[in-house]
């Protein structure tokens, strides 16, 4: 079945600083790449996807990119603020699959201010 | 907006007691998940359901048991509760169309 890894599992940045997290996938078949962000004692939240078709993808301060060859994707966070501090999970699904995801096991964003 | 609820913020039980937790999502979504959140360990798949009456065992199926009986509904059962089900559950809801998945707001279970 798929894997997925992320790294790093913590990351602390000074506010106005950029973050990049990352995640690597072991089936190739995977072509949906989500990301969710947990704040402390919320729900994970939906705040980008891509799909396997784009290469990138940006909303405002954040962007994700996707590289189908190596079979990695990024998180990456411009001018970050105290408000991104969170838990940060990547994932990834086959679209014929009932939409199963494989989660990795999360990034704890600290952001300084 | 998509809402999915979940039957208990927090629940604390005895150990060996059967358990219920109870998901209900509003937006017809045919796919619905049930997760365990421990700290490290991301997000781990318990059961989930395709469909109403159907079900697939996820990566940490052993010690639970799932019911789908209506679309909206996905229960997550505990036949008798051990103290390394304490955790954090967490129900999930997409659509086969676009795999996005909407989260309930979890409940916390403490076994005695």
């Known amino acids: 079945g798929e894997n997925v890894e992320q790294h790093p599992s913590t990351l602390s940045v000074q506010e106005g600083d950029s973050a990049v997290i990352k995640c690597t996938y072991s089936d190739s078949a995977s072509n949906y790449f989500p990301w969710y962000k947990q704040e402390l004692g919320k729900r994970p939240q939906l705040i980008i996807d891509?799909?396997?078709?784009?290469g990138e993808k940006k909303d405002q301060r954040i962007a994700v990119t996707l590289n189908k060859t190596a079979k990695h994707f990024s998180l990456h966070i411009t001018e970050t603020q105290p408000e991104d501090s969170a838990v940060y999970f990547c994932?990834?699904?086959?679209?014929?699959?009932?939409?199963?995801?494989?989660f990795g096991d999360g990034t704890t964003l600290t952001v300084k201010p | 907006d998509v809402k999915v609820t979940q039957s208990s913020r927090y629940l604390v039980k005895r150990t060996g007691e059967k358990v219920f937790l109870e998901c209900v999502q509003d937006?017809?979504?045919?796919?619905m998940f049930w997760y365990r959140q421990d700290p490290g360990l991301g997000l781990r798949l318990i059961y989930f359901s395709y469909d109403v009456k159907m079900k697939e065992k996820g990566d940490i199926p052993e010690g639970y048991s799932v019911s789908r009986e209506k679309k909206e509904r996905f229960s997550l059962i505990l036949e008798s509760a051990s103290t390394n089900q304490t955790s954090m559950y967490l129900c999930?809801?997409?659509?086969?169309?676009?795999?996005?998945?909407?989260f309930g707001p979890g409940t916390r279970l403490t076994v005695l």
């Open positions: 994932a990834a699904s086959i679209n014929t699959n009932a939409g199963k995801s494989t």
């Open positions: 891509i799909r396997s078709n784009v």
């Open positions: 937006m017809d979504h045919e796919n």
């Open positions: 999930a809801s997409c659509q086969t169309s676009t795999d996005t998945q909407y």
